[in-house]
């Protein structure tokens, strides 16, 4: 049974891959993580455009 942090993580890294600044797709899926015991926070950077793409989740 996986846990919400990895059912996110999973889910990001398999869907959100497209860039929605320059419709470059990211293969490698390279989310970002950290933690403060109380959010998520999810965190992509393009590596065509630079563009920053955060999600934040609040643990409960
Ligand atoms: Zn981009």
């Known amino acids: 049974m996986p ?3 990895e059912r996110i993580r999973q889910r990001y890294e398999s ?4 860039c929605p600044d ?16 109380q959010q998520i926070i999810y965190r992509h950077v393009c590596p065509s455009c ?7 989740f609040t643990l409960k």
């Open 3 to 5: 846990t919400t942090f």
């Open 50 to 56: 630079d563009a920053s793409r955060e999600h934040t």
């Open 22 to 37: 320059c419709g470059y797709v990211d293969e490698e899926g390279n989310w970002e993580s950290r933690t403060d015991g």
């Open 15 to 18: 869907t959100d891959k497209r």
